[in-house]
C-alpha cells in the first residue's frame, strides 16, 4: 500500500459542470500518481493556477481529509439540483495502490446513494467490487486508449493495466450495473500503430462509448492528416455503436 503525500482541507467538495459525464463532480485529493503522459489537462490545469509546482509533485497525492463532512453539509443543499455525481475530473477515485483514496472514495459514493444522488465513476486504476452493492443507478467507467501494454507503460506508467481494467469493469456490467468505456486520448498513428476495431470488440459489452481526440499535442498536431484521421475514427465508433445498439458520444471537435 502506498501513502497519500499528506492532507488538506477544503470548504467545498461539489460543483457543476458541463462536461457530459454529470453535471456536478467532486475531486476530493490532489495530484495524481498514474503519471499520464498525454499531456494530462489536470495537471496542466492545477500548475497554471499554482496548486502544484512540477510533474513530480503532481505524482505524490493530497487527500481531502474532510470530503465526507463536506458531502454532509453540502448534499442536503444541493441534491434536489443534482441529476449525478462524476468521480472524478481532476484526479482518480481509485487511484492504483492508495488504499486510503479508495476507501475515501467508496464512502463518498456510498453517502452520496444514501441521498439518492446518482454516481458516475471513470477510473484508470481497478473498480473494487464492492461498488457492486451500491446504487443499481450508478454507472461505472474505465478509460481505455489502446491494447498495447508497452504504450501504456509509456504514457500512463502507473495505472492499472488493460486486462485488470476490463475485467473489473466486466464484473461490475454481468452484476446489472450500467458500464462505459472512454476511448480519450485517442493517439494518432504517428504515436502508435492500432486497430479502433480491435478495441471496440474488446469492449463491445458496455453500455456506452465516450471517443475522443488527443489535445495539448505538438505531436498530434504535427500529424498532417490528423483531422482527416480522427473523422474516420470518429465514424467507424458511430458505425460500430449503432450496429451493437450501444450508446456513444462523440467528444466535441473530434469531427470536423
Given at each position: 500500500?502506498?501513502?497519500?503525500?499528506?492532507?488538506?482541507q477544503?470548504?467545498?467538495?461539489?460543483?457543476?459542470?458541463?462536461?457530459?459525464?454529470?453535471?456536478?463532480?467532486?475531486?476530493?485529493?490532489?495530484?495524481?500518481?498514474?503519471?499520464?503522459?498525454?499531456?494530462?489537462y489536470a495537471?496542466?490545469?492545477?500548475?497554471?493556477?499554482?496548486?502544484?509546482?512540477?510533474?513530480?509533485?503532481?505524482?505524490?497525492?493530497?487527500?481531502?481529509?474532510?470530503?465526507?463532512?463536506?458531502?454532509e453539509?453540502?448534499?442536503?443543499?444541493?441534491?434536489?439540483?443534482?441529476?449525478?455525481?462524476?468521480?472524478?475530473?481532476?484526479?482518480?477515485?481509485?487511484?492504483?495502490?492508495?488504499d486510503?483514496?479508495?476507501?475515501?472514495?467508496?464512502?463518498?459514493?456510498?453517502?452520496?446513494?444514501?441521498?439518492?444522488?446518482?454516481?458516475?465513476?471513470?477510473?484508470?486504476?481497478?473498480?473494487?467490487?464492492?461498488?457492486?452493492?451500491?446504487?443499481s443507478?450508478?454507472?461505472?467507467?474505465i478509460?481505455?486508449?489502446?491494447?498495447d501494454e508497452?504504450?501504456?507503460?509509456?504514457?500512463?506508467?502507473?495505472?492499472?493495466?488493460?486486462?485488470?481494467?476490463?475485467?473489473?469493469?466486466?464484473?461490475?456490467?454481468?452484476?446489472?450495473?450500467?458500464?462505459?468505456?472512454?476511448?480519450?486520448?485517442?493517439?494518432?498513428?504517428?504515436?502508435?500503430?492500432?486497430?479502433l476495431?480491435?478495441?471496440?470488440?474488446?469492449?463491445?459489452?458496455?453500455?456506452?462509448?465516450?471517443?475522443?481526440?488527443?489535445?495539448y499535442?505538438k505531436?498530434?498536431?504535427?500529424?498532417?492528416?490528423?483531422?482527416?484521421?480522427?473523422?474516420?475514427?470518429?465514424?467507424?465508433v458511430?458505425?460500430?455503436?449503432?450496429?451493437?445498439?450501444?450508446?456513444?458520444?462523440?467528444k466535441?471537435?473530434?469531427?470536423?
Amino acid at each position: 500500500m502506498k501513502k497519500v503525500k499528506g492532507y488538506i482541507q477544503r470548504k467545498s467538495m461539489l460543483y457543476m459542470t458541463g462536461v457530459e459525464y454529470g453535471d456536478y463532480t467532486m475531486n476530493h485529493v490532489l495530484g495524481c500518481a498514474h503519471g499520464c503522459k498525454y499531456p494530462c489537462y489536470a495537471f496542466m490545469l492545477k500548475k497554471r493556477f499554482g496548486q502544484v509546482k512540477s510533474y513530480e509533485e503532481w505524482l505524490k497525492p493530497y487527500l481531502v481529509s474532510n470530503t465526507l463532512e463536506i458531502l454532509e453539509n453540502e448534499i442536503p443543499r444541493l441534491k434536489k439540483s443534482i441529476k449525478s455525481v462524476h468521480l472524478c475530473f481532476t484526479t482518480d477515485p481509485f487511484m492504483v495502490g492508495y488504499d486510503e483514496i479508495v476507501s475515501m472514495s467508496l464512502e463518498s459514493i456510498n453517502l452520496l446513494n444514501s441521498y439518492n444522488v446518482k454516481c458516475t465513476v471513470l477510473t484508470k486504476g481497478i473498480l473494487p467490487i464492492d461498488l457492486a452493492s451500491f446504487s443499481s443507478r450508478n454507472e461505472y467507467g474505465i478509460t481505455l486508449v489502446s491494447l498495447d501494454e508497452d504504450y501504456r507503460k509509456e504514457m500512463e506508467p502507473w495505472t492499472a493495466t488493460y486486462e485488470d481494467r476490463l475485467s473489473a469493469l466486466k464484473k461490475l456490467h454481468d452484476k446489472g450495473y450500467k458500464t462505459w468505456v472512454s476511448i480519450e486520448p485517442y493517439p494518432t498513428p504517428n504515436i502508435i500503430q492500432q486497430n479502433l476495431y480491435d478495441i471496440l470488440e474488446k469492449i463491445s459489452f458496455v453500455d456506452k462509448i465516450i471517443f475522443g481526440k488527443t489535445n495539448y499535442s505538438k505531436t498530434v498536431t504535427s500529424f498532417k492528416k490528423n483531422k482527416d484521421f480522427y473523422n474516420i475514427e470518429a465514424n467507424k465508433v458511430i458505425e460500430f455503436c449503432k450496429s451493437r445498439k450501444i450508446e456513444f458520444h462523440i467528444k466535441e471537435k473530434t469531427l470536423n
